[in-house]
T-cell receptor, first 113, second 112 residues
Framework: EPEVTQTPSHQVTQMGQEVILRCVPI?????FYWYRQILGQKVEFLVS????????KSEIFDDQFSVERPDGSNFTLKIRSTKLEDSAMYFC???????????FGSGTRLTVV | GENVEQHPSTLSVQEGDSAVIKCTYS??????FPWYKQELGKGPQLIID?????GEKKDQRIAVTLNKTAKHFSLHITETQPEDSAVYFC???????????FGGGTRLMVKP
């Protein structure tokens, strides 16, 4: 069964450093998403991406965040200057159709110290 | 924006019993309601979904019901097995948005 692959599985970074979280969506999917889950809290939407541009973003997705599809297979989330409150599990997802039938990756646990 | 509330936060059942998880949503424009199962160390996995033009949908031991008037939907798992133990999330979305709004999750424990 096709999978969404996320790397690394766990990243520890110092406050103020830049991090890039990587995702390889399912190859025939057209819609890509990032969600995050702070420990003990709800899964929260960050951003959706289609046709090489952001289609929607939440209030969380401020200027510190950016997404990119640098080639035909990877989808990345960059946090420019990490803060302690960015510590969370970050999930990438992809879908063939808008909003429906998401496949999530296993997540990257980001710890900012 | 949309707000999704999920209950209970934890649920413990005996193997073979049924489990019911309930969610309410606030935005009457929501029309797509998926349920996800998350096992330890893995991402959420879609197990069943329902659209607002349907009141009930069933897939083997799993069923989902939707009451649009009351703005709530429920997940029903019958004949529970230990491998059903996981965290279950409900979510809601509408045509206007590219996003899912998730409930807070229910930790289901099935005791053998």
């Amino acid at each position: 069964e096709p999978e969404v692959t996320q790397t690394p599985s766990h990243q520890v970074t110092q406050m103020g450093q830049e991090v890039i979280l990587r995702c390889v969506p399912i190859s025939n999917h057209l819609y890509f998403y990032w969600y995050r889950q702070i420990l003990g809290q709800k899964v929260e939407f960050l951003v959706s991406f289609y046709n090489n541009e952001i289609s929607e973003k939440s209030e969380i997705f401020d200027d510190q965040f950016s997404v990119e599809r640098p080639d035909g297979s990877n989808f990345t989330l960059k946090i420019r200057s990490t803060k302690l409150e960015d510590s969370a599990m970050y999930f990438c997802a992809s879908s063939e159709e808008l909003r429906t039938g998401y496949t999530f990756g296993s997540g990257t646990r980001l710890t900012v110290v | 924006g949309e707000n999704v509330e999920q209950h209970p936060s934890t649920l413990s059942v005996q193997e073979g019993d049924s489990a019911v998880i309930k969610c309410t949503y606030s935005d009457s424009a929501s029309n797509y309601f998926p349920w996800y199962k998350q096992e330890l160390g893995k991402g959420p996995q879609l197990i069943i979904d329902i659209r607002s033009n349907v009141g009930e949908k069933k897939d083997q031991r799993i069923a989902v019901t939707l009451n649009k008037t009351a703005k709530h939907f429920s997940l029903h798992i019958t004949e529970t097995q230990p491998e059903d133990s996981a965290v279950y999330f409900c979510a809601a979305s509408n045509n206007a948005g590219n996003m899912l709004t998730f409930g807070g999750g229910t930790r289901l424990m099935v005791k053998p």
